[in-house]
């Protein structure tokens, strides 16, 4: 089984940035895409970034577009959210997972979640 742990989080003002680091187990990290998701309090869980194997390709939704940046580090196992000019409606858990890009399509691996907080 792939681990998949979060860090980075933390309180931030308006405007400010944070950047969440994602780091996977195994040595198949560079054949997985990898994605972040959040879930503030009282809402479904929502994408917000996913990159391919290689990092050739990002996705983003909307509200975060121009303002999040996610790449990863194969070498290092490790997947990254670049977090510029946070929003107080950016607050939420923020979780990583890993896709096997197998059949069902699925993100096969969960990471527990780290807090990000924008208040001032």
């Known amino acids: 089984q792939v681990q998949v742990v979060e860090s980075g989080g933390g309180l931030v003002q308006p405007g400010g940035s944070l950047r969440l680091s994602c780091a996977a187990s195994?040595?198949?990290?560079?054949?997985?895409?990898m994605g972040w998701f959040r879930q503030a309090p009282g809402k479904e869980r929502e994408f917000v970034a996913r990159i391919t194997r290689s990092g050739g390709s990002t996705f983003y939704t909307d509200s975060v577009k121009g303002r999040f940046t996610i790449s990863r580090d194969n070498a290092k196992n490790t997947v990254y959210l670049q977090m510029n000019s946070l929003k107080p409606e950016d607050t939420a858990v923020y979780y990583c997972?890993?896709?096997?890009?197998?059949?069902?399509?699925?993100?096969?691996?969960w990471g527990r979640g780290t807090q990000v907080t924008v208040s001032s």
């Open positions: 997972a890993a896709d096997r890009l197998v059949t069902p399509s699925r993100y096969d691996y």
């Open positions: 195994g040595r198949a990290f560079s054949s997985y895409a």
